[in-house]
């Protein structure tokens, strides 16, 4: 049967228009519109690897069990911890992010998602100083010069450029691509930069300086010339690109990893904020991060109007506090100062430095997912994960912050629970039951 | 060589990881490379392998070798992925997020074998259990 | 004078958080009492006695009263946290939040302490005898003014974002630091005696910076405004010439601030 209008549940594009032919009797998929990694990711609904059994380590020997025991060992793991973190990935709806943040509360945890892996800093730098920001349509429709600004957009947001960035028509950009000042900041010649205009080649680690020396232009002030060894881009570079910020009619500025994970992080994304504020004083210009995830920008503002914190969460006074470097994932594990681990929907394993991933390993950790990856192999309890977008209904935010509610093509392939929200709240109660008892 | 490292998401990677197959040799045989350039490449030995080691030589991962005109001398670029991670400056000068673009480490030539993303995460990380 | 010794006897696997470590929470206890005070590890509050022995009664008043933490200390946090009196002694190092907002006393470490020592405080002195991390004497994340008054000595290096938001006091490194030092900051003065990285004063609007070794990466929005040598501010001398710098230009505020950078080791600038 072919279903259209679905939405894409990997990055943080969240792609509206994705058609999916799904064959239930001979376990078949097609599907249309998407890029390589969504097709990739609806290919998981009748892929032979999924994760469909629950499982627990049991002296070192991994064995299937029935999802009450899972649970059941789940819970003990949580309620006999002093200090357990909850690590709720994006790649599920914020309904069981939130069951997942209400967990953690209620156990006086901490809890903690992929944006402390990725766009926290951005985050942060929000806080600092606010931002500009514009829906994807806006810059679809007005945007006549688009920067990707440390991030290689064709390969880690397939569609950007073809949905809202550089090639769609829009209702004052008609000629599309032709209409627009594609320009690149990146210290590597990605396929993004091949395609851009213009590269500006920056030296690793150096954004913070780059945009300095901008922002001092833009004020009408001559940047050190030591800034032209230490960026490697010519100051005559600089004032041209300014120029062409200037001139255009709206500019839209992408941030990626390059510019919120090098030397600097937080702080360079507010200078950026803070130059695109003043920018406003010429013409009109906001900012924006690729987000990786689907739901990355979703756990933000869940936590953020939840309990006032966009990440990194500690709830082990009975109020929420945070404070990056001290409550979160990498830093807390990093300095062992918790003792069990719940892993929702992220391969955390993979993507955190080895001093973080060891530590994990050590200590009795759950993991929910949809397929075999470093995470589950090193879990001690492996609860199947439902595919959002896919088989439940639930929200993700896009990455300019909107909300996107999605509808499921096909069902839970398990009997014993609907979705990972489902899952968690048959956790919670568990928890409680034991805590109470 | 001391180099910098970058890493991020290729295109491939991210169709391998999304699509549930990280326990893949496609998967191994697109993240477990470190890219650099010709220059450096040659300055190495023209090594088909090589040990990308962490700053205070704590860990060491070993990965085969590309050349690409997209990296500058002194700068190595690996897929993001769990080899990559495994160099990667835990530090995170209070910020919570470690440094994935530009760690400093050395790299060298090696022979060792290059794991698995299974088998690093069993022998590395979980002591060979 | 009235001495308290708490001596760490253990049970550090996760961190402690014990602000009840002040004189002011020690004066007019005896060590039986001290010892029943509640610190948190994790969500529960335990008596201080779970983790140090305690010798010694508190004075009458926190001006009476010294604490003698002797052990390292280095996952126990906010140790003199909101003191107003008195002096606290590490002979180890210390966690993090380390006299934060303390508004008068003495803090010494003898070793090294973790970020956020003496975030927002408004007076007394912090002296950290080894090393330090990120945020020392910085405001809190998201407010603009910072540490109002005090001062805090380290001997030797920090990291980042030391004295962020800086408002009054002084901060004095002997050693070297590496991002941010003195980002934002409008008054006061930060005397770095070895080198800093980069970004030093960055978006700063009022205030003092000196360094007495290298920049590595000078910022692009200072602007020199010559040459002074011998510098003196109340009782701390910066010997040796400096060039005078202005800034930071990159941002529209209205108020600047003052750097001055050793002329011997920045030939460059």
């Known amino acids: 049967m072919v279903y259209k209008n679905i939405i894409c549940p990997v990055c943080g594009g969240s792609c509206d228009d994705v058609q999916v032919n799904l064959d239930k009797e001979n376990g078949t998929i097609d599907v249309q519109n998407a890029c390589k990694m969504g097709s990739a990711k609806f290919k998981e609904v009748v892929s032979s690897h999924r994760l469909l059994k629950p499982t627990i380590r049991e002296n070192g020997k991994v064995k299937d069990v029935s999802w009450d025991e899972a649970l059941e060992m789940a819970a003990d793991i949580l309620v006999n911890a002093k200090k357990p973190f909850f690590f709720l990935g994006s790649e599920t709806a914020c309904e069981a992010q939130e069951v997942g943040l209400h967990i953690a509360e209620y156990l006086g945890g901490l ?29 679809k429709n007005r945007a006549d010069m688009i920067v990707y600004w440390g991030v290689n957009a064709l390969e880690s947001m397939p569609r950007h450029m073809s949905r809202y960035g550089v090639f769609p028509r829009g209702y004052w950009t008609k000629r599309g691509r032709f209409d627009r000042t594609m320009m690149t900041v990146d210290p590597r010649v990605t396929p993004t930069a091949a395609a851009s205009d213009l590269h500006l080649q920056l030296n690793p680690n150096t954004d913070y300086e780059l945009l300095s020396a901008l922002f001092t232009i833009l004020n009408g002030k001559e940047p050190h010339p030591s800034v032209e060894e230490i960026t490697g881009i010519p100051i005559s570079v600089m004032k041209q690109t300014v120029e062409m910020m200037k001139e255009s009619n709206f500019v839209a500025i992408y941030v990626g990893l390059g510019v919120s994970s090098s030397y600097g992080k937080h702080r360079n994304i507010e200078i950026a904020l803070n130059f695109v504020k003043e920018m406003n004083n010429y013409t009109k210009c906001n900012i924006g991060a690729l987000r990786g995830h689907c739901n990355v920008a979703g756990f933000n503002q869940l936590a953020s109007y939840l309990y006032g914190y966009p990440f990194g969460l500690d709830f082990t006074k009975g109020y929420p506090r945070y404070n990056p470097g001290e409550t979160t994932c990498v830093d807390l594990l990093r300095e062992k100062d918790v003792d069990a681990a719940f892993v929702m929907c992220a391969d955390l394993m993979d993507h955190i430095p080895a001093d973080s991933a060891q530590y994990l390993a050590d200590i009795p950790m759950i993991c929910l997912d949809i397929a075999p990856c470093p995470s589950t192999t090193a879990a001690d309890v492996v609860l199947p994960g439902v595919i959002d977008a896919m088989e439940c209904d639930g929200t993700f935010y896009r990455l300019d912050n909107v909300p996107v509610y999605f509808e499921p093509f096909t069902d839970s392939p398990f009997t014993e629970t609907k979705s990972n929200e489902d899952t968690l709240k048959q956790l919670f109660a568990k928890v409680k039951a034991k805590k109470e008892a | 060589m001391e180099a910098l490292l970058n890493t991020g998401s290729t295109i491939d990677e991210g169709r391998l990881a999304k699509g549930g197959s990280k326990y893949t040799d496609d998967y191994t045989k697109e993240c477990a490379v470190c890219w650099m350039c010709a220059e450096d490449f040659t300055s190495l030995g023209c090594p088909e392998k090589v040990a990308v080691i962490s700053r205070d030589r704590k860990y060491s991962v070993a990965l085969s070798t590309k050349v690409t005109e997209a990296m500058r001398s002194g700068q190595v670029f690996i897929p993001r992925s769990i080899w990559a991670n495994v160099v990667v400056e835990p530090d995170t000068f209070s910020t919570g997020s470690p440094r994935y673009k530009g760690s400093p480490v050395f790299v060298e030539p090696t022979d060792d074998v290059i794991l698995s993303a299974e088998e690093l995460v069993t022998k590395m990380y979980m002591g060979g259990k | 004078m009235a001495d308290v010794i708490l001596k760490p006897t253990g049970n550090f696997d996760l961190t402690v958080e014990a602000e009840v470590i002040t004189p002011d929470n020690f004066a007019g206890k005896s060590a039986d009492e001290i010892g029943k005070l509640l610190v948190w590890q994790g969500p529960e509050e335990l008596p201080l006695a779970n983790f140090f022995s305690v010798e010694g009664n508190g004075g009458n008043s926190a001006e009476d009263t010294t604490i003698i933490i002797d052990g390292d200390v280095s996952r126990v946090k906010r140790i003199g946290q909101e003191m107003t009196a008195g002096k606290i002694l590490v002979k180890g190092s210390v966690g993090m939040h380390t006299g934060s907002t303390m508004s008068g ?42 540490m109002t008054g005090g001062r805090i000595t380290i001997d030797g290096d920090a990291v980042s974002q030391i004295g962020g938001g800086l408002s009054g006091g002084e901060i004095i490194i002997g050693g070297s630091v590496k991002h941010f030092c003195g980002i934002r900051i409008n008054g006061g003065l930060i005397y770095v005696k070895g080198n800093a990285f980069r970004t030093v004063g960055a978006e700063m609007t009022g205030g003092t910076i000196v360094i007495g070794g290298c920049i590595e990466r000078f910022l692009p929005g200072f602007t020199m405004e010559g040459v002074e040598s011998d510098l003196k501010f109340n009782d701390i001398e910066c010997p040796g010439e400096y060039k005078k710098f202005t800034g930071d230009y990159a941002i529209p505020q209205k108020g600047k601030g003052t750097m001055y950078v050793s002329c011997d080791n920045n030939e460059c600038l």
């Open chain 3, 105 to 146: 006393g003495e803090i010494v470490v003898e070793g090294d302490s973790e970020s956020w020592a003496g975030m927002d405080m408004t007076g007394g002195s912090i002296h950290i005898k080894g090393n330090a991390k990120d945020h020392i004497g910085s405001a809190y994340r998201g407010s603009w003014e910072g």
């Open chain 1, 111 to 139: 809890a903690d998602s992929n944006a402390t892996i990725c766009h926290g800093p951005t985050v942060m730098g929000i806080q600092e100083s606010g931002m500009v920001g514009a829906t994807a349509g806006q810059a």
